[in-house]
């Protein structure tokens, strides 16, 4: 009976491992794909309760301001770190010590992995997820690629995502023309996209706006340069 047992416990765990391979090699042919593909959509598209406005643009067509607002706005190290920023993980653990809430230290990496695959929620499983496959897609994609699909997929309204979505919704015009300030305006809705307009902005997001574009002008127009090549 102890030797079924084993045997059973072992037959189980086989196609366990079978399965997790098999799924492994799964992900990794779609991010292969996805490097040269544009996705046609993505895990939170597909759960929006709104009906949704996307349109891809090609980041070389973008101005360097656009994607430089974001990562002004939500992830400096960007350009140095591999998927998983441990400099802001660290800050966001001591702050949480001292007696601040725990704060999210999510990379622009970790933020494309999510919103292109995962779902919504703060569970310990998907933040897993999201760090393991913010290294794949550093990996396999590279900087520029991650940047390109994150400026395509983040929401930045009701059912609005992708800054062409955005900027044609917001502004009347093509996400290549947006000036300095208007990329910052669409920056900062990007925590709270749905109850956020940038044409309509509170006192304390207006600040907010002026922050970032300060970050812009000392992280200097060529900061992404490195990475957009």
């Known amino acids: ?48 309760p709104y009906p949704v406005s996307q349109r891809w643009v090609d980041i070389n067509t973008l101005p360097s301001h656009v994607p430089l607002a974001l990562v002004a706005s939500e992830d400096q190290r960007f350009p140095q770190h591999f998927g998983v920023d441990m400099t802001e993980i660290k800050k966001a653990l001591e702050q949480f010590d001292d007696g601040d809430g725990l704060r999210g230290a999510s990379t622009i990496s970790q933020q494309t992995a999510k919103n292109l695959l995962l779902w919504p929620g703060r569970s310990m499983l998907r933040k897993g997820l999201e760090a393991t496959l913010a290294l794949g897609l550093e990996l396999v994609w590279g900087k520029k690629r991650i940047l390109e699909v994150y400026l395509n997929i983040a929401e930045f309204g009701k059912g609005l995502y992708g800054v062409e979505a955005a900027s044609q919704y917001y502004y009347g015009k093509p996400a290549s023309k947006l000036s300095r300030n208007e990329a910052a305006r669409l920056a900062v809705l990007l925590p709270s996209p749905r109850k956020r307009d940038p044409r309509r902005l509170t006192p304390y997001l207006q600040q907010r706006v002026s922050w970032v574009e300060q970050q812009m002008r000392q992280l200097g127009s060529g900061y992404l340069k490195p990475v957009l090549q």
């Not at 992900?27 to 759960?47: C, D, E, I, K, Y």
Request: with cysteine; glycine share 8%; hydrophobic share 65%.
């Open 1 to 48: 009976m102890a030797q079924g047992t084993r045997g059973f416990i072992g037959w189980i765990w086989f196609v366990c491992w079978r399965g997790m391979l098999a799924l492994l090699l799964l992900v990794l042919l779609l991010l292969l794909l996805l490097r040269f593909v544009a996705p046609p959509t993505s895990a939170f598209m597909l759960q929006s």
